[in-house]
């Protein structure tokens, strides 16, 4: 599983476009970019813990076997995950985070120590935030190729699912499928939500990660014949859908709930570029080289490198490393943004170890 889309590649380049005239000593641009990179090494570490599945194996495993607090598997249509859309109903409801205040309504409502699961495609989204609200009740776990196994795992032991759709694409319908054969059409709630307006698709289809693939039909309750409990015209902020949505939940849990079901499903295998972990690795090295002899924005300019470069590589251990020597040499630099380089070496190392939800609050306030 690669960790770079078509936004981070054209990100990429402008970094390195930028780092060529800087590294031969036109700092005329250095305020602002240090500026931007900073902030941009804070979303390239998050990004790195949430694709990589930090922390996600522990707490699976916990909530796993706890028959005590209730397990909600939240799936919804990856076409609409990728959609950062402004239309303000169903499963996009803002421009910034489509299809993560759902999960937060079936929180809400599911009440107690429950934590919703939900998966998401890291490949199809230019920033993971965008896929999994950042809250200790929802635990998001990134798939890749083998993503259907992993459903199908989930639903058998799932106390509840709550699928949320509004087009019927072929991710839809393997999902339908999966489901049937569980035979969890009783513990399953349906949110029909209405699909993106044509304005959303359009803005979408500007932007690098594409839009839908092909035109698919609305889905509607026809679909679902054999599933009792399906909400149309679902709007997380509505409070008649949101009640709605509590009944539902309060019929699927009188039923009788499903048997555990083996282990939980293996998390996918990143595969780390060998050749761009070992350039990640030089650009540390010049970097120390250069904080050593006193050059210490030259060395910053490395070590910025070397964290792009192991982000590309899909190697965290390299990251991590850059960002130790970013922490360790920030004693020498005398701006306003010192204490910066300490607390995303802080932040990335707790987001390895916990999840990015971790991360800490304060995360984004660069």
């Not at 349906?190 to 307006?197: G, K, S, T, V």
């Not at 972990?277 to 060395?299: C, F, N, P, S, Y």
Request: hydrophobic share 45%; with cysteine.
């Amino acid at each position: 599983m690669t960790w770079m889309t078509p936004y981070l590649q054209n990100e990429f380049k402008t970094f390195r476009a930028t780092l060529s005239p800087l590294l031969s000593g036109d700092y005329r641009i250095w305020p602002r970019w240090q500026l931007e990179h900073l902030y941009g090494l804070f979303t390239l570490t998050f990004e790195a813990v949430a694709r990589a599945n930090c922390g996600v194996e522990e707490r699976l495993r916990a909530i796993w076997g706890n028959r005590e607090a209730t397990f909600a598997l939240y799936l919804r249509s990856f076409a609409h995950e990728s959609l950062a859309s402004s239309s303000p109903r169903g499963e996009m409801l803002s421009q910034n985070s489509p299809g993560i205040e759902t999960p937060l309504a079936l929180c809400d409502q599911l009440g107690g120590d429950a934590t919703a699961v939900l998966i998401y495609n890291p490949a199809d989204l230019a920033s993971a935030k965008l896929a999994v609200p950042a809250d200790d009740r929802v635990l998001g776990v990134a798939v890749g190729a083998t993503w259907e196994k992993a459903v199908r795992r989930l639903i058998g032991r799932a106390d509840i699912v709550v699928f949320a759709a509004s087009v019927m694409t072929s991710g839809v319908e393997t999902e339908i499928a999966l489901l049937r054969q569980a035979h969890a059409q009783e513990r399953t709630v349906i949110l029909l939500a209405e699909p993106p307006d044509e304005t959303t698709l359009v803005i979408h289809g500007l932007l690098p990660q594409g839009t839908l693939a092909s035109p698919a039909p609305r889905a509607a309750p026809e679909h679902f014949p054999d599933f009792p409990q399906v909400i149309d015209g679902w709007n997380a902020r509505d409070a008649d859908a949101t009640a709605a949505l509590a009944r539902a939940i309060r019929d699927v849990r009188d039923s009788r709930p499903p048997a555990l079901a083996g282990d939980p499903p293996e998390l996918p295998t990143i595969e780390v570029d060998e050749s761009l972990k070992v350039q990640a690795q030089d650009e540390i090295t010049l970097g120390i080289h250069e904080a050593i002899l006193g050059q210490t924005k030259r060395a910053i300019l490395h070590f910025t490198a070397a964290i792009h470069l192991g982000y590309e590589a899909c190697s965290i251990p390299t990251m991590l490393d850059a960002c130790t020597q970013l922490a360790r040499w920030s004693a020498t630099i005398t701006g306003p943004l010192a204490s910066d380089y300490g607390r995303l070496h802080a932040s990335f190392a707790v987001g390895i170890q916990h999840g990015f939800n971790a991360m800490g609050d304060d995360f984004w306030g660069t």
